[in-house]
């Protein structure tokens, strides 16, 4: 089976806090994809990152970092020094070749956080 | 550079009554998908279609019907809709399969049934 938890239903934090929305996936895939989405008010679902099953890199963009660990099926992502506008509910999911979702994205159920001034 | 557009944002509908959502990306993409979001539970894709001409169940069909006429446009039906339909609706499209590929969103329809 397939999936991904995101343990944090809503975060709130006060701008220019650091915080890290977590995210584990399960798959039996040895070769899959992760991905992060950004939904802001406005509803419309924005891509931020991709990474395969083979990249174990830490990727920096910005204010944006997120941290892939195989070891603990993770896939992390942090916002440094948040600001109002990174208000939004941030979506983590999984795309795996086998396993019956014939590579579709299995969604996690979104964490919502909210950045306060 | 419209992406993908959504129609109509909005509808409230009578239990039973059907409608059907229009969804069109002009990016020639081959794949493109329908999506439910429901408070609490993510995205579920309910429909996909990998061409023209093809179409595919996903994980909650149920209740729905689509068509991929053409390449550009992916309908979405509800032929007797039902109040556990209400949910906001996304449609997405991608160059090639969902596998690995970035999905581009449209901005949502809003659907209630009453």
């Known amino acids: 089976a397939q999936k991904v938890t995101q343990a944090q239903t809503e975060i709130s934090v006060v701008e220019k806090e650091d915080v890290t929305l977590d995210c584990v996936y399960e798959?039996?895939?040895?070769?899959?994809?992760l991905f992060w989405y950004k939904q802001p008010p406005s509803g419309e679902l924005v891509f931020l990152i991709r990474?395969?099953?083979?990249?174990?890199q830490n990727e920096i963009s910005g204010r944006y970092s997120w941290n892939f660990q195989k070891s603990t099926s993770s896939f992390n992502f942090t916002i440094t020094a948040s600001q109002v506008v990174d208000s939004a509910v941030y979506f983590c999911?999984?795309?795996?070749?086998?396993?019956?979702?014939?590579?579709?994205?299995?969604f996690g159920k979104g964490t919502k956080l909210s950045v306060k001034p | 550079n419209a992406g993908v557009t959504q129609t109509p944002k909005f509808r409230v509908l009578k239990t039973g009554q059907s409608m059907t959502l229009l969804c069109a990306q002009d990016?020639?993409?081959?794949?493109m998908y329908w999506y439910r979001q429901d408070p609490g539970m993510g995205l579920r894709l309910i429909h996909y279609s990998v061409g023209e001409g093809t179409t595919a169940k996903g994980e909650v069909p149920d209740g729905y019907n689509v068509s991929r006429l053409k390449k550009q446009n992916f309908l979405l039906g509800l032929e007797s809709a039902a109040p556990s339909q209400t949910s906001v609706y996304f449609c997405a499209s991608s160059y090639a399969g969902a596998f690995g590929e970035k999905l581009f969103f449209g901005s949502g329809t809003q659907l209630s049934v009453l």
């Open positions: 798959t039996r895939d040895t070769t899959y994809y």
């Open positions: 990016m020639n993409h081959e794949y």
């Open positions: 990474r395969n099953s083979f990249d174990e």
């Open positions: 999911a999984l795309s795996a070749a086998y396993g019956g979702s014939q590579g579709n994205l299995i």
